[in-house]
């Protein structure tokens, strides 16, 4: 997992993006990682519970949880709910 970890820090770093979409988000850890660096960053995931769950750690960090919700990836497209438009970027690191 580092390896990975230190890569995806990297090229992040390196494509310096305004903006980054994650499908499949989980529990929000990549999001909230990059909304820490200033990234503006939002996330979807199929399943409800999972991002209660992101929802609930964003609040805890005090991040905006309404960048966070449940879509297929199907579903991810420009003007949805919760988002004011396509990312910048968009990763899926399932």
Not at 7 to 20: C, K, T
Not at 28 to 56: C, H, N, P
Not at 57 to 62: H, K, M, T, V
Request: aromatic residues 8%.
């Amino acid at each position: 997992m580092q390896g990975f970890e230190n890569s995806l820090v990297e090229l992040v770093s390196q494509v310096n993006p305004q903006s980054i979409h994650e499908v499949g988000c989980g529990e929000g850890y990549w999001v909230m990682r990059w909304a820490d660096q200033g990234i503006t960053s939002t996330g979807s995931d199929f399943s409800e519970k999972v991002i209660q769950l992101a929802r609930a750690n964003a609040l805890d960090r005090g991040l905006d949880a309404r960048e966070l919700w449940s879509k297929v990836v199907f579903a991810v497209r420009q003007g949805f709910e919760g988002g004011g438009g396509l990312a910048e970027n968009v990763a899926c690191l399932e």
